[in-house]
C-alpha cells in the first residue's frame, strides 16, 4: 500500500512538474545557493522518505525524457507537414530550432522570459 502511495505521489509531482516546464529559478546549485528546485526535491524526498539526491535525479530525468518525448512529436508533427506539403522542410527547421532555443538559460531567467524582452 505505501509503494502504491509513493508511485501516485511521484506521478502527481511529475504532472506538476511538466505543467510548470519554464521555471523562475532553475534547479540546482546557482552559486553556492539553495534553489526553490532543490527545496522541492528535499520536500518531495522528506514526503516519500527517500534520499533527497535520489528524488533530485529521479525529478532530473522525468524532465529530460518529457522533453525529449515533446520534441520527438514536434518533430514528427513537422515531419508530417512537410511531407503534405504545408511547409517546407526550411520552415520546419525553423520552428523546430525556435522551441529547442527557447528553453535555454540566460542569466537567472529562461530566455523565453517573462514576457518584457521579445
Do not use: C, H, Y
Amino acid at each position: 500500500m505505501k509503494q502504491r502511495k509513493a508511485v501516485w505521489l511521484m506521478a502527481l509531482v511529475l504532472v506538476l512538474i511538466s505543467a510548470t516546464a519554464v521555471a523562475v529559478v532553475p534547479s540546482g546549485d546557482v552559486g553556492g545557493k539553495v534553489t526553490a528546485g532543490d527545496r522541492f526535491s528535499a520536500r518531495v524526498a522528506e514526503i516519500l522518505e527517500l534520499d533527497q539526491p535520489v528524488v533530485a535525479g529521479a525529478l532530473r530525468q522525468a524532465k529530460e525524457e518529457l522533453r525529449a518525448n515533446k520534441v520527438a512529436t514536434i518533430e514528427a508533427n513537422l515531419g508530417g507537414r512537410v511531407v503534405s506539403g504545408e511547409m517546407t522542410q526550411k520552415e520546419a527547421d525553423a520552428k523546430l530550432q525556435w522551441f529547442l532555443d527557447r528553453g535555454k538559460k540566460t542569466g537567472s531567467r529562461t530566455k523565453a522570459g517573462w514576457g518584457k524582452n521579445r
